[in-house]
């Protein structure tokens, strides 16, 4: 095919899947807007080769079919990429297309600006700035979230060390907002394509797993299910029934979460039930109809039913979830949904806006958690980084329900205290919090709200908000205003930030002499101890990083021996990769938080002068690589047998006399393994051992698990990053 044609044939899939009640008038907008936007972007090509064109239709695409949104956002999309890289400006679109779809793609190459600076703090500011368009047209961040799925689709032509980046990024950023705006399908496909390029053998390996167990259980899954088909006809339910495998991703997050092989995860398969809901009953009564019918056939387990129809998840998520004995004996979970029910969960509130008139003023669970985004993000002050991490916290965490002493709902993350709950309810309440009454009985502020408490705060005019209080609050709401209080009394900044230095020096048990605060002064280039501190609190240094440069001199002799090799930027690569032959002659630290090895998937971040290494699938890795996303150094292994690393091994099994003895000979007799530290743990016949172990790479460790795997007596064996978990 020929350019054009290319071209042509996209652009007729996209208007083919326009909704059926598109207008004429608005179906020529479309199409003034593609002619528009292929001059502009005429004769340029992506790095795939493709015409760049292609890209803007495709998110197009994305964003009518996929995310289901209207003709305004069509436009929008097409648009997207002009005033970014081409000579037009907003002004132009605003002439030709008007001043909605002008502000959105203004929206959108704002973003686009502060997301590809190299400066931190911008960075992170933009984030906010994303927040902010988000709260005031919600559509400029759906189609950045398609934008964004396109580029991951089609990450395969970039460079790898992009790859990571974007994939970091994705991780980071777009799957939580994905799953916040309620675009399941979205930010699971995001998840899966991240750890495609970021882990591509696990990824490779789960997805195989995946498929087989599927194949294993087809025939049990049918047997499960046609029962249920049956009591549903017969009751005049018409509806689908579909078995719903885990995502890869999921999988692949619940063994790393908890420590787990594949063969360990109950719950890959489960199965949904959409119905099409009888117009003269109400839907939530209807799904507790259902859920009577298929416990009817098998029996539930209690402390498995999640009831998402009377109260939906604030992200719009509406269900009930039961798991059932299936007949084989294995715990199944159903999942029951109205279609209406069902197109939330796919394609989230978006589904529903497109209904949703200028003049309809229903507040929508997600309508009120943007308000009070809004409310949060324009606190002038609060700390952009700082808000980050607690923002992306806030997007993950399970909720609680609490109720005002008024019977008001009020929704909070899990772990949310008392003092919480008083900002969640106003700023002031929250400044002057003294304590609180939960259920009518008196407690301190920091008492941790259960699901169903009902919260009465008391407050007095002499409080005003102290440092400790930071220790035990949960949300972003709560965090940012306290320091905004800080802020306007610069005493109270200093003794926070003595605080926390405090706490590290504790924490590594050094000797309470004034030498590390010497070497941090020196090394962070700061004027005194009350910049040190100032820093800390507003966390222009962060507390990682002041561990880790003090962790790295203690360990300072032992880390020298080690080497690792960068890639060298090659000429026909893109010209912004070049910069990086200057890191050539860093020094290197293997990062003491997550502890890789040869082998192991691995990531270079650069900071203060140093090459930070973590294994890809650290969690501060992964923060690093979003928020510094230009500091981001490919690095890999020199595999030899000259250099040992530490690693952690924790064994699971029945104890049994001489297991102990088993499990050190097979180490013993491995000339290519030392063993530092052994302890075992006996409890009721079963027994747990951590070995501290020096090793050469992730080749020789695999085997030695294999050998430990297969003593007599031991159930599991895996390599953990850090003993605390
Ligand atoms: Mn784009």
């Not at 436009?75 to 970014?84: G, N, R, T």
């Amino acid at each position: 095919m020929t350019d054009e044609e290319l071209i042509k044939s996209a652009f007729e899939d996209l208007l083919a899947s326009l909704p059926k009640n598109t207008t004429e008038e608005n179906k020529q907008k479309v199409i003034k807007a593609f002619k528009f936007a292929n001059e502009a972007h005429q004769g340029v090509r992506r790095r795939s080769g493709e015409p760049y064109i292609l890209h803007p239709i495709s998110v197009a695409k994305i964003v009518t079919s996929e995310i289901g949104l209207g003709t305004t956002s069509v436009i929008s999309s097409m648009l997207h990429d002009v005033v970014e890289d081409t000579d037009y400006t907003v002004e132009d679109i605003e002439s030709l297309f008007g001043p909605k779809i002008a502000s959105i793609v203004d929206g959108l190459t704002k973003i686009s600006e502060v997301m590809s600076t190299e400066n931190r703090s911008i960075q992170a500011e933009s984030f906010r700035k994303i927040l902010l368009t988000l709260a005031e047209d919600v559509r400029v961040i759906l189609i950045k979230i398609a934008d964004r799925l396109h580029n991951m689709r089609t990450l395969s032509s970039m460079p790898m060390h992009k790859q990571i980046k974007i994939a970091g990024e994705t991780l980071y950023i777009y799957a939580p907002l994905a799953h916040r705006m309620g675009l399941h399908a979205i930010k699971t496909e995001l998840e899966d394509l991240s750890l495609k390029y970021e882990h591509p053998e696990e990824y490779k390996v789960i997805a195989d797993k995946i498929r087989d167990y599927e194949r294993e259980n087809t025939l049990i899954y049918e047997n499960f299910i046609e029962p249920i088909k049956e009591s549903l006809n017969k009751n005049g339910y018409k509806h689908t029934i579909t078995a719903r495998t885990k995502s890869v991703y999921s999988v692949w997050n619940k063994m790393q979460r908890r420590n787990i092989g594949f063969d360990e995860i109950y719950d890959i398969l489960a199965v949904r039930i959409v119905f099409e809901a009888l117009p003269e009953l109400p839907e939530k009564w209807q799904c507790w109809n259902i859920y009577s019918l298929i416990t009817d056939l098998y029996n539930p387990k209690p402390e498995r039913i999640r009831d998402w129809v009377s109260t939906p998840k604030a992200n719009g998520y509406e269900a009930l979830h039961l798991t059932v004995m299936g007949p084989t004996g294995q715990w199944i979970e159903v999942q029951i949904r109205s279609k209406r029910m069902d197109e939330i969960a796919e394609k989230g509130l978006a589904a529903h806006w497109k209904y949703k008139t200028d003049g309809d003023e229903r507040n929508s669970e997600l309508d009120k958690w943007l308000a009070s985004m809004k409310e949060m993000l324009e606190l002038r002050d609060a700390n952009a980084l700082d808000f980050l991490d607690d923002f992306k916290m806030n997007l993950y965490e399970k909720e609680i329900r609490l109720f005002t002493p008024k019977g008001y709902m009020k929704t909070l993350p899990k772990g949310a205290t008392a003092l919480d709950f008083a900002y969640e309810i106003h700023t002031e309440i929250g400044d002057t919090c003294i304590g609180a009454k939960v259920n009518h009985k008196l407690v301190p502020m920091s008492h941790k709200l259960q699901s169903g408490d009902q919260v009465e705060i008391l407050t007095s005019d002499k409080q005003r908000p102290q440092r400790e209080w930071l220790d035990f609050v949960v949300t972003a709401k709560a965090k940012s205003n306290i320091m905004a209080a800080f802020r306007r009394d610069h005493k109270e900044l200093v003794r926070y930030g003595i605080h926390i230095f405090e706490s590290i020096i504790k924490e590594l048990e050094l000797p309470p002499t004034s030498e590390p605060l010497k070497k941090i002064l020196t090394h962070f280039k700061l004027k005194n101890k009350e910049d040190l501190y100032v820093s800390l609190a507003e966390k222009n240094i962060t507390k990682e990083e002041i561990v880790a440069e003090l962790k790295q001199r203690a360990d300072n002799k032992f880390m020298k021996y080690w080497k690792l090799q960068f890639f060298r930027s090659n000429k026909n690569e893109h010209k912004d990769e070049e910069k990086h032959d200057s890191v050539a002659g860093d020094e290197i630290v293997v990062s003491p938080c997550c502890n890789p090895i040869p082998g192991d998937d691995v990531v270079g971040i650069s900071m203060g002068g140093k090459v930070m290494v973590h294994k890809r699938k650290c969690p501060e890795a992964i923060r690093l690589m979003a928020s510094h996303g230009d500091k981001i150094v490919p690095v890999e292994w020199v595999t030899h047998k000259v250099m040992s690393f530490p690693a952690i091994i924790q064994i699971k099994g029945i104890d049994r006399i001489g297991i102990v003895n088993d499990v050190t000979g097979v180490i013993s007799k491995e000339s290519d393994v030392n063993m530092q530290t052994v302890h075992f743990d006996t409890k009721n016949g079963i027994f747990e051992g951590i070995l501290h172990i020096y090793i050469h790479n992730t080749k020789d460790l695999n085997s030695l698990i294999a050998k430990i795997a297969d003593i007599e007596g031991v159930k599991q064996v895996n390599r953990i990053e850090n003993q605390v978990n």
